[in-house]
């Protein structure tokens, strides 16, 4: 009788463990998506994000009026930039700056080809970071968060843990204390933007991570920032280090 | 910008049916928004999809603005002979456009 209790009582103990443990590990975006859609996702002949990797393609290797064409200096980019977007955000260790993938072809496009910027969430930049990025499909993201990174991190936490907005909610509120539960129409997720650049069904398009987390803001009725501000960016980097190990995905598909 | 990607079996029997997919990029702007000058933004979306085998026409689609951005179609059709499928869009304001895939019957 004893020995049953004490079994059973450990029992519990060991499923409450396994519980935690499933609760602090973070899953990607696709796990909440229905099996239809991710059949979709996962099939290059109805993904229409693929469009945009086409796309990003095609102008990686077209010569600006300017300059060399991004192929130029990356020569081979299927072996010489796998893995690169698993690292990013990252510090530029010259201007002490956290830029993100977007940030460093734009970089590289107005400092070394000498041609106007994109502009963010314009088609050819959300192209260009979708192509570099699906470069990186299936490797673990592995970004850096210590050293000079570190207060960049810090930020990124502090604005993750911090309520805000009219509906005085913080992004952990929902994206760690109600993953898996329904929000209108969708599952919370947790917050996993190994998938972006993606397609949204919302927006009948590919958008960036930052064009999301301006939806969320405004779901929660906060100040939207700014496409790249430092806000948005710093919390990149926090996500994307929640996110560790996790595979890359873009381009994905997303409701 | 459009672009099409056309999947057909990479070889097929003569006789056997066969499922062509078709995925669009197009915007498929159904209008009607401001354009900022006190008028509005015209309709502009692919109206008709046809695809042509073997001398006929195996399929139509007439789309409306109810159809999403980026449409997919699939259908299927009998493998008779190798030979080009031609598919052809019809936009809004006149523009078509075209594409090719190859069909191999074995």
Redesign the interface.
């Known amino acids: 009788m004893i020995s049953a209790l004490r079994l059973s009582a450990l029992l519990l103990a060991l499923l409450t463990l396994a519980g935690l443990a499933q609760a602090e590990e973070i899953a990607s975006g696709s796990t909440f998506l229905s099996p239809e859609m991710r059949r979709q996702q996962d099939d290059?002949?109805?993904n229409?994000a693929?469009?945009w990797v086409?796309?990003g393609e095609g102008l990686f290797a077209r010569k600006p009026a300017s300059g060399e064409a991004c192929l130029g200096c990356h020569a081979d980019p299927v072996a010489s930039l796998r893995g690169a977007a698993t690292r990013y955000p990252q510090v530029e260790e010259a201007s002490g700056k956290l830029l993100n993938l977007e940030g460093r072809i734009e970089q590289c496009r107005t400092e070394r080809q000498h041609a106007p910027a994109f502009g963010y969430e314009s088609?050819e930049l959300l192209s260009l970071t979708a192509y570099v990025a699906s470069l990186s499909r299936g490797l673990p993201m592995s970004v850096r968060a210590d050293g000079p990174a570190r207060p960049f991190y810090e930020a990124g936490k502090a604005f993750f843990e911090r309520r805000q907005g009219q509906l005085n909610l913080s992004c952990q509120q929902c994206h760690d204390g109600l993953v898996g539960q329904k929000l209108r129409g969708d599952t919370i997720s947790h917050g996993a933007g190994t998938g972006y650049p993606a397609y949204r069904?919302e927006w009948?398009?590919v958008g960036s991570l930052h064009r999301r987390l301006r939806a969320c803001s405004l779901g929660v009725r906060a100040t939207q920032f700014d496409y790249g501000s430092p806000e948005y960016l710093a919390l990149e980097l926090y996500l994307a280090d929640r996110a560790k190990g996790l595979p890359v995905e873009t381009p994905a598909l997303r409701r | 910008m459009f672009n099409a990607r056309i999947t057909v079996p990479p070889q097929a029997k003569a006789g056997e049916i066969v499922e062509i997919k078709v995925l669009v990029r197009h915007p498929m702007d159904r209008g009607g928004q401001s354009d900022g000058q006190g008028g509005t933004v015209p309709r502009k979306i692919l109206n008709r999809m046809t695809a042509t085998y073997a001398g006929a026409e195996i399929f139509r689609i007439d789309m409306n603005t109810g159809v999403a951005a980026n449409p997919f179609v699939s259908f299927t059709t009998r493998a008779i002979e190798t030979g080009d499928i031609l598919f052809e869009w019809r936009e809004d304001g006149g523009a078509t456009y075209r594409r090719t895939a190859r069909l191999s019957v074995a």
């Open positions: 290059p002949n109805r229409p693929w469009f086409d796309q088609a069904l009948n398009t």
